[in-house]
């Protein structure tokens, strides 16, 4: 049904084609999925226009090309799917448990992880989509891409510009599963988390650090208290 209009895209996308972005790509965020090698500014210039295509579209539509997008197996498609749903605010609204699940594809790396964790399963966990019981089994899974989706996934309960409010208990509560984990990937999300959470709110995030700081990574205690004292995370 989409064929078409993704090949369409993958030509448009082709054009802005950067063989350093590409041979950068293979050592930043390895995947299984091809890349085209496509500034994020270029990129989002094509999501922009599809936007545009596709703003008469019923929700539903709009849903379904996100899930062909993702599964076509080529990562700025990925990318482009999580950041279409994220301009289609009324759409997301309309996501419903199966459909997060079905966005699911191909974690293998940093950014598809974290913009499926922040866009769509920390969306849909904050609006109540799906349940705090769907995030921990992220949060269990011996697959260190799930787990830090699930981190991922706590910023959109904290930031401004993903329409954060705040939100300690189930932030904490998340972040307290990851405290012992040494995977590179899971403690940088943490630091995140934290951080994310200390611009909102300050306090729960210096009594998790003391309550924690024998067990928690060196590099999540000194990032988030530098986030607390500097409002930076480096300098």
């Known amino acids: 049904m989409y064929q078409d209009l993704i090949q369409d895209l993958l030509a ?9 972005r590409l041979e950068m790509a293979k050592t930043v ?3 299984s999925s091809r890349v085209i090698g496509v500034s994020n500014p270029n990129l989002k ?9 596709s703003k008469q579209w019923e929700n539903r539509k709009k ?10 197996g080529t990562f700025e498609l990925q990318q482009m799917a999580y950041e279409y749903l994220e301009l289609n605010k009324k759409t997301k ?3 419903i448990p199966q459909d ?3 966005l699911n594809v191909r974690m293998d790396n940093w950014v598809v992880t974290d913009y499926y964790g922040a866009f769509i399963v920390g969306y849909a966990w904050r609006e109540n989509i799906i349940p705090m019981e769907r995030v921990k089994q992220f949060m269990r899974s011996d697959n260190v891409w799930q787990r830090r989706l699930a981190l991922a996934a706590t910023t959109a309960l904290n930031q401004n510009a993903r329409g954060g409010k705040g939100d300690a208990p189930r932030t904490l509560e998340i972040c307290k599963m990851a405290v012992d984990d040494r995977e590179d990937m899971v403690v940088k999300a943490l630091s995140w988390a934290l ?9 729960p995030v210096e009594d998790f650090l003391e309550e924690y700081e024998a067990r928690l990574a060196k590099r999540v205690i000194r990032e988030v208290w530098r986030k607390l004292e500097t409002g930076r995370k480096y300098g």
Do not use: C, W
């Open 195 to 203: 951080r994310a959470l200390s611009m909102r709110l300050r306090g």
């Open 12 to 20: 448009t996308i082709e054009t802005f084609q950067d063989p350093k």
């Open 63 to 72: 849903i379904e090309l996100a899930k062909a997008l993702v599964n076509e």
């Open 93 to 95: 609204a309309e996501l």
């Open 29 to 31: 965020y390895p995947t």
């Open 100 to 102: 997060v699940e079905d």
């Open 45 to 53: 210039t094509v999501i922009r226009e599809l936007h545009l295509h």
